[in-house]
């Protein structure tokens, strides 16, 4: 059986929350990335920021939607949820942007479990963290698609 220590990438680009958002999109194009691992000063896993979460800053500014009851004003977006989102669009650092508390998987985690997660919850990149949460390595699509690859003799299907 397959696990991530099997697949993953063990040499990590990563970056930390003070880089900026121009440096991280770099990396992440240069490198064919869809997302980097983001590691505080103590270099613990704190983040992942994704190209997901650099696209948003192009969206407009949510606004949010009202309702009118009995004469006041119900807001049916949370203010929690927007506040998120003007952070996103007017991030400058990694920091701002980042998806904090990633998902992670263990080394000897299933592929198959890895499949599902990735599915489940529409994950492109996962970290791979030892017990004492360090970061060992990666996991993206492609790696789940190589792994088949060389399952079936270098063919799918």
């Known amino acids: 059986m397959l696990t991530?220590?099997?697949?993953?990438?063990?040499?990590?680009?990563?970056?930390?929350?003070?880089?900026?958002?121009?440096q991280a999109a770099k990396l992440l194009l240069e490198n064919h990335f869809n997302g980097l691992?983001?590691?505080?000063?103590?270099?613990?896993?704190?983040g992942i920021i994704c190209q997901s979460d650099l696209v948003v800053q192009q969206k407009s500014i949510p606004v949010p939607t009202l309702l009118t009851f009995l004469d006041g004003f119900?807001?049916?977006?949370?203010?929690?949820?927007?506040?998120?989102?003007?952070k996103k669009i007017a991030a400058i650092t990694v920091n701002d942007a980042m998806t904090s508390r990633p998902i992670t998987?263990?080394?000897?985690?299933?592929?198959?479990?890895?499949?599902?997660l990735m599915?489940?919850?529409?994950?492109?990149?996962?970290?791979?963290?030892?017990?004492?949460?360090?970061?060992?390595?990666?996991?993206g699509k492609e790696d789940i698609?190589?792994?088949?690859l060389k399952g079936n003799g270098g063919a799918l299907g």
């Open 4 to 22: 991530a220590q099997d697949i993953m990438t063990t040499h990590v680009i990563t970056v930390n929350p003070e880089t900026e958002i121009i």
């Open 37 to 46: 691992p983001v590691l505080n000063k103590d270099d613990k896993l704190v």
């Open 74 to 86: 119900i807001s049916l977006t949370s203010t929690k949820k927007i506040e998120n989102e003007m």
């Open 105 to 116: 998987v263990k080394p000897n985690t299933s592929i198959e479990a890895i499949a599902s």
């Open 119 to 139: 599915v489940d919850k529409n994950l492109h990149t996962l970290p791979v963290v030892d017990d004492n949460d360090n970061l060992v390595g990666i996991l």
């Open 145 to 148: 698609l190589r792994s088949l």
